[in-house]
């Protein structure tokens, strides 16, 4: 078992423990949390190091000590703006880098965002203010995200005269062709209503007290999941984006996935709860 030790040291992001339950703030408020190398690589860090002690991941709840693994992780930014993107200063050195030092560069970001797009927690996003570029990404690789109402979000690199292709593919994954295809050759800000009818949020609300409320609820929700299935609904996902095969094909891979699921540990202990009329085990005890 992996226990539940001091996350890395870091500077531009923090981490808080609460229970099974991970916090990440961007601290740069200064900046608008405009993500810089060392951001980006504080958050990679972190990513990795609650995606380590996730309950999903280790198919356990508990440290030999007693610590809960994590279930849930909230992602948020200080200040008035969660992320506005890319920090100035290195958008400006991108410009003198060689083609193999911007792949170097574009290779830690897709490290980012793919690192919580799969991470085996469940994923939310508390957000207010601007989120642009790299901002909107991070948003895009989040499970549910909630907003408040003077949320703008952008696919601005189209306005610098680049891409949103490192970001790409998990807004798409979020949004679809159409409207990914839009908003990148749109490159401008849209309002809080349309990101909700295009699903690039979950929920629009009207203050920090509605965003924290929202929030809870939802950990609440997932609580009473099992932390391997939330995980491996990750993976089967997935597979689905990917399938390339026939349909009986993946028939048979769903029928070999229900197997594994019900003949596991989770498995095992959530159909005996059913049965005996008893919570789960990984059920909070209630109060």
Known sequence: MIAMDAPPATSMVSLTIDGARANLTLTRPDKFNAMNVEMIQELILLLEWTAERSAGRLDALHDEAGQPYLRTLVLRGEGKHFCAGADINMMRDAGANTPEENRADSKRLDRLFNGLWSHPCFTIGAVQGVALGGGAGLIACCDYVVATSNIRIALSEGKLGILPAVIGPYVYRRLGSATFRRLAMQASRI??????????????????????????????????????????????????????????????????????MRGSKEGQEGLSSFLEKRPANWKPQEE
């Not at 920090?208 to 932390?227: F, H, I, L």
């Open 191 to 260: 309002k809080g209503e349309e990101a909700l009818r295009i699903g690039f949020i979950e929920a629009l609300v009207d203050s920090e007290e509605d965003v924290n409320a929202t929030v809870d609820g939802m950990v609440a929700e997932v609580m009473t999941t099992g932390p391997s299935a939330v995980t491996l609904s990750k993976e089967l996902t997935l597979g689905f984006d990917r399938w390339g095969d026939s349909d009986e094909a993946l028939r048979e891979w769903t029928l070999d996935f229900t197997s594994r």
